[in-house]
């Protein structure tokens, strides 16, 4: 069984900003949600902590381990989309300026790409490809990676699911 997780809160999250590749901190409550986060995957009994090698995650999946006992396994394929250009801009800014593609974000539209960064058709062949290898290794037990909002998102449509909801930062979702 393969288990999502969302990383703690950053800056960037409180202000509605792009923070795509970014290594942009937690802040103080995203710390607390990760360790919150950790209570929830203790429970849970997992074989495997995966996380994406973005710091955010990377912070969130250290501090879930220090409490389960598991090293996080680094997997890049679980990063978040590449925003290019948008990468530290304002949501606010970016909507006002460019209405349309700002939809095309927040709808996930397969067929569109950030400015100079990654499309999501891109991003889910690699999220995808990356679920199929830890499902094949996780045949014995539960695996959680810890990853990012449109990773999940990706995740949920492409197993038939809606996926039209942003998580929150700290959530923890059941494939």
């Not at 970016?94 to 349309?100: G, K, N, R, S, W």
Request: charged content about 25%; hydrophobic content about 40%.
């Amino acid at each position: 069984m393969i288990y999502l997780a969302r990383h703690g809160q950053t800056a960037y999250n409180l202000e509605g900003r792009f923070q795509g590749w970014g290594d942009v901190p937690l802040d103080e409550t995203g710390r607390e949600q990760a360790r919150q986060l950790a209570l929830a995957v203790a429970a849970l009994e997992p074989v495997t902590l995966v996380s994406s090698n973005i710091a955010r995650a990377f912070e969130t999946a250290t501090i879930v381990s220090e409490l389960v006992g598991l090293k996080p396994q680094v997997d890049e394929r679980f990063a978040e989309t590449e925003t290019g250009e948008w990468t530290d801009r304002s949501f606010a800014d970016v909507a006002a300026e460019d209405p349309e593609a700002f939809t095309s974000f927040v709808k996930l539209s397969a067929d569109w790409g950030f400015p100079g960064g990654e499309s999501f058709a891109t991003q889910a062949a690699r999220v995808a490809a990356g679920l199929d290898d830890w499902r094949a290794r996780s045949e014995t037990g539960v695996t959680v990676i810890i990853c990012h909002g449109n990773v999940i998102r990706l995740a949920l449509r492409a197993a038939g699911r809606d996926g039209s909801e942003r998580p929150d930062n700290g959530s923890l979702v059941a494939l």
